[in-house]
Structures are given as structure tokens and as C-alpha cells.
């Protein structure tokens, strides 16, 4: 079963941080998500950035909003699928992830969500 996986973090405490502490941050990030792929159960992983645009459908006629939203306190930084047997191996599996298994994580509100795949479709 597929499992996709969407890391949230805390914008106003990443922004705090001086740009060379995010470099050392990201550079040890690395190290941990590599023994995440070692175990051959993540099947795709992206890093997005946090501009965006929100489309929806609003009486009858599609509507674009720029973001993100000063609003909001978090914002997806990643999103990554594996193959699990159940959501309990899929919680293991994802905490292998840097959102949750390095110390950092906590102070700076990072997280992740884990929701089981309905549908999957790839292009040939």
C-alpha cells in the first residue's frame, strides 16, 4: 500500500534562523533522509517551495489566490510516498525522516502527516 507523506514546518521560526544555519541544517538533513531512501521504501520525495497559488471553483468560475498566506503559521516544505504494509509500518518507516527524527525538529514545528493513497496513476 502507498502512503503519502506531507512535512509541515513553522515558517516564522525558519525565517529566524541566519541563512548559514539553515545551510548546516539542510547539509545534516541529507545524511538522515540517505539512510531513509537505504531502506528502499521511498518511492518518490520532493522539497517545494513556499510560493504557491490556490485554485478553486467559486459560483461557477475558477479563482486564483497567490500565496502563501501570512495566516498561516505552517506550510508544506516536502512531500514524500512509500510502500508500507499498514499505516503502523508507514509511521515507522516516515519517522526515519528528518521532519521527525532529528532533535531540531521539535523546536523548529516541524512534522509530518501520513495519509493512506486511494488512487495512484503513472503515466507509461
Same mark, same amino acid.
Given at each position: 500500500?502507498?502512503?503519502?507523506?506531507? +512535512?509541515? &514546518?513553522?515558517? @516564522? %521560526?525558519?525565517?529566524?534562523?541566519?541563512?548559514?544555519? !539553515?545551510? #548546516?541544517?539542510?547539509?545534516?538533513?541529507?545524511?538522515?533522509?540517505?539512510?531513509?531512501?537505504?531502506?528502499?521504501?521511498?518511492?518518490?520525495?520532493?522539497?517545494?517551495?513556499?510560493?504557491?497559488?490556490?485554485?478553486?471553483?467559486?459560483?461557477?468560475?475558477?479563482?486564483?489566490?497567490? +500565496?502563501? &498566506?501570512?495566516? @498561516? %503559521?505552517?506550510?508544506?516544505?516536502?512531500?514524500?510516498? !512509500?510502500? #508500507?504494509?499498514?499505516?503502523?509500518?508507514?509511521?515507522?518507516?516516515?519517522?526515519?525522516?528528518?521532519?521527525?527524527?532529528?532533535?531540531?525538529?521539535?523546536?523548529?514545528?516541524?512534522?509530518?502527516?501520513?495519509?493512506?493513497?486511494?488512487?495512484?496513476?503513472?503515466?507509461?
Amino acid at each position: 500500500m502507498k502512503f503519502l507523506c506531507l +512535512g509541515y &514546518f513553522d515558517n @516564522a %521560526k525558519m525565517d529566524a534562523l541566519p541563512q548559514a544555519e !539553515i545551510n #548546516a541544517l539542510m547539509a545534516r538533513c541529507g545524511a538522515v533522509v540517505e539512510e531513509l531512501y537505504a531502506g528502499e521504501r521511498v518511492l518518490m520525495d520532493a522539497g517545494i517551495a513556499t510560493d504557491m497559488v490556490s485554485v478553486r471553483r467559486t459560483r461557477g468560475r475558477i479563482q486564483t489566490t497567490d +500565496g502563501p &498566506f501570512t495566516e @498561516a %503559521k505552517e506550510l508544506v516544505g516536502g512531500v514524500f510516498l !512509500i510502500e #508500507a504494509q499498514d499505516m503502523a509500518e508507514a509511521t515507522r518507516i516516515a519517522s526515519m525522516h528528518p521532519a521527525v527524527a532529528m532533535p531540531e525538529a521539535e523546536n523548529l514545528g516541524w512534522r509530518l502527516e501520513i495519509r493512506p493513497v486511494h488512487s495512484f496513476y503513472v503515466p507509461e
